[in-house]
Nanobody, 126 residues
Framework: HVQLVESGGGSVQAGGSLTLSCAASEYTYSANCMGWFRQAPGKEREGDAAIASDGRTSYSGSVLGRFTVSRDNAKNTLVLQMNSLKPEDTAMYYC?????????????????????WGQGTQVTVS
């Protein structure tokens, strides 16, 4: 059973930090590229950060230098460390995993489209 479960969202003041976690089933986690997406009200879902099965990372221009994506292989967990948060970072954040490929893409995306999604966690920056 493929499952992605996010946690760690909340409210924070501008300039603050939050850490998002995504617990993944072993089937999803081990050989897949994984990433974090955001969706603000009225906007399309867009990628922020991705990490390949070999550990290579990719970030969107808007989060580069502020967000760090990592994976804890022992715990099957994907982590997004968000620093220097801005009000425009307010969105629902989703964890995602590709279905077949572990390759990294560019601009915050995996090479392949996600095949699995978490339910999302809200981040609000004021």
């Amino acid at each position: 059973h493929v499952q992605l479960v996010e946690s760690g969202g909340g409210s924070v003041q501008a300039g603050g930090s939050l850490t998002l976690s995504c617990a993944a089933s072993e089937y999803t986690y081990s050989a897949n590229c994984m990433g974090w997406f955001r969706q603000a009200p009225g906007k399309e879902r867009e990628g922020d950060a991705a990490i390949a099965s070999d550990g290579r990372t990719s970030y969107s221009g808007s989060v580069l230098g502020r967000f760090t994506v990592s994976r804890d292989n022992a715990k099957n967990t994907l982590v997004l460390q968000m620093n220097s948060l801005k009000p425009e970072d307010t969105a629902m954040y989703y964890c995602a995993a590709t279905r077949f490929s572990g390759r990294i893409g560019s601009g915050g995306y995996c090479y392949s489209l996600p095949g699995y999604w978490g339910q999302g966690t809200q981040v609000t920056v004021s």
